[in-house]
């Protein structure tokens, strides 16, 4: 087969990884990017081993089946995106059919590109240009400009400046929340291309913000500004809890509230973390420790309940969830979460 003239905007000696468990399947795709002028590709056969070569070696770009084996094609973008140092490294996910789901899930991790498979030649430079463009997006660029004038600015211990850097940067966006709704009303309507395209704006936005605003909390601690540090740093940890990067959310959560041991939402926040890792007993102490701060935030004693409900203490969720509906008698979820689990520990009795 004779190479065909490289269209596309990246660089020839582009790293790519191409991980697929189908041999047949890996080997096409090793010849269509052949064909359009690549030459430089490591192969993985399961995402466990695609994740190690990632994480070690210097790849610029990841082509993935989204069935692999062990860890999925979406498990390993998920991955991608919560490093910060790999987490703009295009990814395009393959499937022998896409859905609608599809699109939303890998869309809101912010998959570059999805393909039906077979992959063709047509397909692939289409995606490569749409990706290029992606990654050439005139807001990202200028929003990078003023992210690195900021850490200038900051290394020089020049902290107010680096403050006026991080807040340009973030008025170059709309907020993330605009485009993950335009991804949704495209993916409804089918067009996929589109949805995808704002999903991926929105994981960027998410991301530059994060960066930012832990920045800025840096900042403000520098100038003796507790109080505005504590809010800048909370809104970067809840962006990493959104984006799965949980330990940068952790080591966030864990600083502020070493330094300000009196404030409720940091344990909330722990709270809610810890929860989602399944770490049941942190969680409970983390939402306990809120209390202490805020006995009367019904918010805190129903997240409480809900950890309850998964260590199957149906007692104590009950309890939660009646002081949360105690401190705001129109909180229907709380009520209908009564009911439920009461339910449940009468079901306990009975077997």
């Known amino acids: 087969m004779a190479v065909k003239k490289n269209k596309r905007k990246f660089s020839l000696d582009t790293r790519f990884i191409v991980a697929e468990s189908n041999p047949s399947i890996l080997k096409n795709v090793l010849l269509v990017l052949k064909y359009v002028g690549f030459t430089r590709f490591t192969k993985a056969t399961d995402g466990d081993e695609a994740w190690d070569i990632i994480k070690n070696k210097p790849i610029s770009f990841v082509v993935s089946n989204w069935d692999l084996e062990k860890t999925s094609g979406v498990d390993l973008l998920r991955k991608i995106r919560s490093n910060e140092q790999l987490s703009r490294t295009p990814v395009l996910l393959m499937s022998s059919r896409l859905t609608k789901d599809h699109v939303i899930e890998a869309g809101r991790f912010g998959v570059n590109g999805l393909i039906v498979l077979p992959l063709t030649i047509k397909v692939l430079e289409q995606q490569l240009e749409l990706i290029s463009d992606m990654l050439n997006d005139p807001e990202v660029r200028q929003a990078d400009k003023f992210l690195a004038s900021a850490e200038k600015f900051f290394k020089e211990d020049n902290y107010e400046q680096a403050l006026e850097s991080y807040a340009e940067a973030m008025k170059v966006y709309h907020p993330a929340e605009v485009y993950y709704n335009v991804g949704y009303i495209k993916a409804a309507q089918d067009k996929y291309g589109e949805a995808l395209i704002a999903f991926r704006k929105a994981t960027e936005i998410n991301s530059s913000f994060a960066k930012a605003f832990r920045g800025m909390g840096t900042a403000y601690q520098k100038l003796g500004m507790a109080d505005k540090a504590q809010e800048a740093m909370q809104k970067a940890a809840e962006i990493y809890i959104g984006q799965n990067r949980e330990e940068d959310a952790e080591d966030l959560l ?82 209908q979460l009564i009911n439920s689990t009461q339910k449940k520990l009468q079901e306990n009795g009975r077997g």
């Open 254 to 335: 864990l600083e502020v509230a070493k330094s300000n041991p009196e404030t409720s939402n940091v344990y909330n926040l722990l709270g809610i973390l810890y929860r989602k890792q399944k770490k049941y007993a942190q969680s409970i102490e983390q939402y306990r420790n809120a209390l202490k701060a805020t006995p009367d935030d019904e918010n805190i004693h129903f997240n409480m309940g809900l950890v309850f409900i998964e260590l199957k203490e149906y007692q104590n969720a009950i309890v939660s969830f009646q002081s949360a509906l105690a401190l705001n008698p129109s909180f229907a979820e709380a009520r």
